[in-house]
Structure formats: structure tokens, C-alpha cells
């Protein structure tokens, strides 16, 4: 078997998430079933996580093995693009791997970015790409907050009721608050992360922004490890999963 990697960027708005699903179109499904019809053999894709509803991808990573030597790899990456480009997908490499590299568990760090438009005026360009707050955030409480989250810590704050991982400690390497104008930029980077936990510590720091918490409030509710203390996820449309890095 020869297996490939394949970098992907995709808009989530139309997808029911990452995950393949017998009823719904779901990003994965809708590649496996590109690639399967281009080399004529059916193949499984495996990604490097899970992307919500809604959730984009600047450079999601992920794989596939087929019997076949893909030996034009430009003329196979044309040719996929060729299925995908009307749909919101574009693929943007695809590179020959060995059996040893696997796109989820090889990964070292996973970056995720999201984007909150704060003005009054609704986002055009950033339509269903962005957090639309009309309120104006407080940055400086946020780059506070944001410093909290860093290090090694037990996140079941931030995990939602149907979160399967066995062990809530997760280690943040970084948690950045960059804003320019009405744009703010809040990016995330660990080795893994829970599920809706980025959505989930966005939220809070929103309640920060708004002057809703203070610092004090919101290392309580980080040290509570109890979900009905956290803020309310930010939507999905703001979040981006930006790169991974093996």
C-alpha cells in the first residue's frame, strides 16, 4: 500500500462538520468519495481531528493508502481539485508519505485561530467567517485572560457534555489576543485539543472583552472544572483550524 498526504482548505459553512456521516455531507465524505472515483478503488481518508459544523480550515492535514503508486502527483492534484473546486474545498498539496506517518497521531501541535469582527456595522466580506460583536471588547483583559490559559492544566471547563476523551488535561503552548482596527485575532496552539474547547475558552474571553467577569472570576471558573460555570461557546463560523505541525 502506498499512503499520501493531502492538505486541505475548506469553507465549513455548508458541511455538517468534518466527520463522515450516512446521511449528511460532511467534508471527509466528501474528498474519500473524490479520491475513491479518481484511482477507481475505494480508500478511507483519516484527518488530523474532527472540525464542527460551520468550523473552516486554513490547512487541515490528512490521509489516505491505496494499492496504486500515484505517479503524476500535479496531474492527480488537478484532477482532485477539478471534483472539489464548486464545493468549498481546494486541495492544496499532496505529498508521498511512509507507512509510519499518520495524520492525526504524528501531529506535534495543532494551531486554530479565531476571528471576532468588533463593531457596529455587520461584516460583509467576513460573513460566516467571523464573530460579529457590536460591543466594544476591552483587549487588554483579554490578553490577560488569554495568558491564564497557558501551561498544563485540567480544561473540563471547556469540554462539551458529549466530549469522549478519557483525560481533560491538556498543555496550551500559546493563547494570542492580536487585534488590528475592528479585526481581532485570538489563536490557539496546543498538541490536541477537547472538543469545543477552543469555542468554549472564546466564549469566556468574549465575557472578559464585555467586562461581564474580571481576572479573579475567570481563573475561578478555569480552577471549577464544572461546564456550567463557562460562558457560551462562540459560534462556529469564527474558527479556523489554521495548521498542523508534525
Same mark, same amino acid.
Given at each position: 500500500m502506498h499512503r499520501y498526504? /493531502? =492538505?486541505? +482548505?475548506? =469553507?465549513?459553512?455548508? @458541511?455538517?462538520?468534518?466527520?463522515?456521516?450516512k446521511k449528511d455531507k460532511t467534508i471527509q465524505g466528501f474528498i474519500q468519495k473524490s479520491i475513491s472515483k479518481l484511482l477507481k478503488e475505494k480508500i478511507n481518508l483519516t484527518g488530523s481531528g474532527r472540525t464542527d459544523t460551520g468550523v473552516h480550515a486554513i490547512e487541515q492535514s490528512a490521509h489516505f493508502d491505496c494499492k496504486k503508486k500515484?505517479?503524476?502527483?500535479s496531474k492527480f492534484l488537478k &484532477? =482532485?481539485?477539478? @471534483? *472539489?473546486?464548486?464545493?468549498?474545498i481546494a486541495i492544496l498539496k499532496v505529498k508521498k508519505k511512509n507507512n509510519k506517518f499518520h495524520s492525526r497521531f504524528s501531529a506535534k501541535q495543532r494551531i486554530y485561530k479565531y476571528i471576532i469582527i468588533n463593531r457596529l456595522g455587520n461584516p460583509i466580506i467576513d460573513k460566516k467567517r467571523a464573530w460579529h460583536i457590536t460591543k466594544e471588547l476591552n483587549i487588554? *483583559?483579554? !490578553? !490577560?485572560?488569554?495568558k491564564k490559559l497557558i501551561g498544563t492544566k485540567d %480544561? &473540563?471547563?471547556f469540554r462539551s457534555s458529549s466530549c469522549g476523551a478519557k483525560n481533560p488535561v491538556r498543555t496550551m503552548k500559546t493563547v494570542q489576543v492580536k487585534s488590528k482596527k475592528n479585526k481581532i485575532e /485570538?489563536? %490557539? !496552539?496546543?498538541?490536541? @485539543? =477537547?472538543?469545543?474547547?477552543v469555542r468554549s475558552m472564546v466564549g469566556c474571553l468574549k465575557y472578559l472583552g464585555e467586562n461581564k467577569w474580571n481576572i479573579k472570576k475567570f481563573e475561578t471558573v478555569i480552577k471549577s472544572k464544572k461546564r456550567d460555570l463557562c460562558a457560551p461557546p462562540a459560534p462556529p463560523h469564527g474558527l479556523f483550524l +489554521?495548521?498542523?505541525?508534525y
Open positions: 498526504q /493531502i =492538505l486541505i +482548505e475548506y =469553507l465549513g459553512t455548508n @458541511f455538517k462538520g468534518w466527520q463522515i456521516q500515484i505517479i503524476n502527483l &484532477s =482532485l481539485n477539478y @471534483f *472539489l473546486n464548486n464545493h468549498d487588554n *483583559l483579554m !490578553k !490577560k485572560g488569554a %480544561f &473540563s471547563t /485570538i489563536r %490557539f !496552539k496546543s498538541q490536541s @485539543f =477537547l472538543q469545543q474547547q +489554521e495548521k498542523v505541525i
